[in-house]
């Protein structure tokens, strides 16, 4: 139990795009999930936090109208990534919680590699 | 504000042989901290965190505020321990943010 699914695992898109990347617990409700961004050898950077049905809270240093998060249900988050550069290439993350279940712990998705030409 | 110190990117033992994977913290206030592993190809998952004292896989973790530290032990290397690890500490925030650190690769070789 306790699994987070993102979609897609990897996508290349042109200069300029956007592209959506989904979070999904699959079997659990999730109130809140965390979008992580992630650079080669470096550590997990948290971008956001989102919580069902409310505004998502950004980390300092992240610009919430370049990386735009809906937590629209309990089972699902996305992160939007707007008019893509090549510097937003990066591998993102997502995690829940399954408050649920009386934990607090994250649970992590396998990540979508992100390439922007 | 909050700060997790992974000294070494990469630790190389022999099977069989000891491990010790340091981590440091910074925090003003009562800290819960986790080891989270991550294997080749897989995704980030919890190993273990402190306030359960518990022994996953044979590794423990004692969190020593005085010295502010939570390394990762586990007194026998085995090969399928080789995979990255990262010490987390949670925040006093309401939303349960962890701070990770940058990530230990540990190497087990035959």
């Known amino acids: 139990g306790a699994v987070v699914s993102q979609h897609p695992s990897w996508v290349i898109c042109k200069s300029g795009t956007s592209v959506k990347i989904e979070c999904r617990s699959l079997?659990?409700?999730?109130?809140?999930m965390f979008w992580y961004r992630q650079f080669p050898k470096q550590s997990l950077m948290l971008m956001a936090t989102?919580?069902?049905?409310?505004?998502?809270?950004?980390e300092q240093g992240v610009e919430k109208d370049k990386f735009l998060i809906n937590h629209a249900s309990l089972t699902l988050s996305t992160l939007t990534v707007t008019s893509a550069h090549p510097e937003d290439s990066s591998f993102y993350i997502c995690?829940?919680?399954?408050?649920?279940?009386?934990?607090?712990?994250?649970?992590f998705g396998p990540g979508t590699r992100l390439t922007v030409l | 504000a909050q700060r997790v110190t992974q000294p070494e990117k990469l630790l190389s033992v022999f099977k069989g042989a000891p491990v010790e994977l340091k981590c440091n913290y910074s925090?003003?206030?009562?800290?819960?901290l986790f080891w989270y592993v991550q294997y080749s190809r897989q995704r980030l998952q919890l190993l273990l965190r402190?306030?359960s004292r518990e022994s996953i896989k044979g590794f423990t973790a004692d969190l020593n505020k005085g010295e502010t530290s939570f390394h990762l032990k586990k007194p026998f290397a085995q090969e399928e321990d080789s995979a990255m690890y990262y010490c987390?500490?949670?925040?006093?925030?309401?939303?349960?943010?962890?701070?990770f650190g940058t990530g230990t690769r540990l190497l087990v070789s035959p």
């Open positions: 987390a500490l949670k925040a006093s925030t309401g939303f349960q943010k962890l701070v």
């Open positions: 402190h306030i």
């Open positions: 079997d659990f409700q999730a109130t809140t």
């Open positions: 989102s919580n069902e049905g409310s505004k998502a809270t950004y």
């Open positions: 925090y003003s206030g009562s800290p819960e």
């Open positions: 995690s829940a919680t399954n408050e649920g279940r009386s934990t607090d712990t994250q649970y």
